[in-house]
């Protein structure tokens, strides 16, 4: 009778177990609506344009010295007078 001899282990491939745990939940949709009422004005604006007229006279003058005047009562002056 021989020894015992040792082989290598044979491994087999891992088997995979699943476990599920289920857990409910209720979830609360809400749907909430709003209305808006909008009240509209239409305002007209009227523009109206009133016109009055004025009128201005203008007017100028120059006066202009042409010569000195002769007054023998006075004594000569810048102006002549």
């Given at each position: 009778m021989f020894p015992a001899t040792d082989d290598p282990p044979l491994v087999?491939?891992?088997?995979?177990?699943?476990?599920?745990?289920?857990?409910?939940k209720v979830v609360?949709?809400?749907?909430?609506?709003?209305?808006?009422?909008?009240?509209?004005?239409?305002?007209?604006?009227?523009?109206?344009f009133p016109h009055t007229d004025s009128c201005i006279n203008e007017c100028s003058e120059?006066?202009?010295?042409?010569g000195v005047p002769v007054n023998p009562c006075c004594p000569f002056s810048p102006f002549g007078f």
């Amino acid at each position: 009778m021989f020894p015992a001899t040792d082989d290598p282990p044979l491994v087999s491939p891992g088997q995979q177990y699943v476990k599920t745990n289920l857990f409910n939940k209720v979830v609360t949709h809400l749907h909430p609506s709003h209305t808006t009422t909008v009240n509209n004005l239409h305002v007209t604006h009227q523009h109206y344009f009133p016109h009055t007229d004025s009128c201005i006279n203008e007017c100028s003058e120059i006066h202009t010295m042409c010569g000195v005047p002769v007054n023998p009562c006075c004594p000569f002056s810048p102006f002549g007078f």
